[in-house]
């Protein structure tokens, strides 16, 4: 498979292998499931789509070898929406907050991205994180270009009032905040 050769623009083009793909998958390890787990929210089925997607790619792809990280990617992409079937009507009760203090800006932005609905997470870090367009990431998820922008923009608005409030939060008790991060560090 990897000896397969295109001339494609004057220039021979190599299709990845599956040991490209496994080099993918292990020099990205934490790249790839940090996306896995920021779409499902969830260490087994986060886990469920690294592996699928290894599996997936290892399986043979007529895919380019330059495009083989983009891909992996994808494949990750396309197998958490398998699993979790997000859809733009679906509601879900929003999860309970913890009350524990906040420690740092990541924390709460990774707070922030799990308590967003199914939908609008897999909007967020498909198009915001991710870079896809709104008619890429509408093919993927089976709806309109217009179901993504709303549920983009409902995301972000959601994001940012929790980032905004933990500035607040962060102002109002500075030195406390200050003492707590020195403490924990």
């Not at 940012?160 to 924990?184: L, N, P």
Request: charged share 25%; aromatic share 8%.
């Amino acid at each position: 498979m990897c000896s397969h050769m295109e001339q494609s623009s004057g220039r021979a083009t190599q299709h990845a292998s599956a040991q490209d793909f496994c080099r993918v998958f292990h020099q990205d390890m934490d790249v790839l499931y940090w996306l896995a787990l920021t779409l499902t929210s969830d260490e087994t089925k986060a886990e469920q789509c690294f592996v699928a997607g290894l599996e997936e790619c290892m399986g043979g792809n007529s895919v380019f070898q330059e495009w083989a990280r983009s891909w992996a990617k994808r494949v990750v992409i396309k197998n958490a929406i398998r699993l979790l079937s997000p859809r733009p009507d679906m509601a879900f009760p929003p999860p309970i907050r913890q009350q524990e203090k906040p420690r740092t800006p990541a924390v709460v932005a990774r707070a922030a991205l799990a308590r967003l609905g199914l939908f609008e997470r897999f909007v967020y870090v498909m198009c915001v994180l991710e870079g896809y367009s709104d008619r890429d990431c509408a093919s993927l998820l089976r709806c309109s270009s217009t179901d993504v922008a709303e549920a983009r923009l409902r995301a972000l608005q959601q994001v940012r009032r929790e980032v905004t409030s933990f500035s607040a939060w962060q102002e109002e008790h500075g030195s406390e905040y200050r003492d707590a991060v020195v403490a924990v560090a």
